[in-house]
């Protein structure tokens, strides 16, 4: 599934039109709203971007829980972790990797930090578009609130 508003829809339905998805056969078919964090990677939204390529954008959060507090985002508007598919364990990856690096050059490397992804309402998640949270700066308390 695509995610929500897209009820009973299957990803089949979608192809890929420029950086976000569309329903139907071609590029010309009406395209889907999209997501706040597609609006923020095609800066129709302003936002401190600090790393972006053709798979992941990252940027700082709008309200930080830490002296350094970003959010990965794959551009392909995956809901969450757990809608994620076989398909999409290429950029799961990336992400993971591209998390490492961007804590390093913030400075991170040393002192450590910590990746948070919420998935569901028990654990938080505000944002139907899956992010990882890079968090560090600070010490973290274990277990998390
Ligand atoms: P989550 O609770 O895991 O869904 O996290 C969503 C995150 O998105 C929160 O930490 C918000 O502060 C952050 N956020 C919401 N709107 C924006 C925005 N316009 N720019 C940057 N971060 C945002």
Redesign the pocket.
Known sequence: MIGAGHAGRLESDYIECSAHWCLGQTKTTMLMEKT??EK?ADRE?P?DIVYEDELVVA???????APV?I?IVPRKPIPRLAEAEPVDHSVLGHILLKAAEIAKTQGLEDSGFRL???NGPN??????HL?C?ILGGREMQWPPG
Do not use: M, Q
Not at 123 to 128: L, S
């Open positions: 706040l964090f923020i939204i936002s940027f700082k959060d709008i309200d930080p829980k507090h959010l948070v992804i919420n654990a938080g998640e505000a944002v139907p992010h949270h």
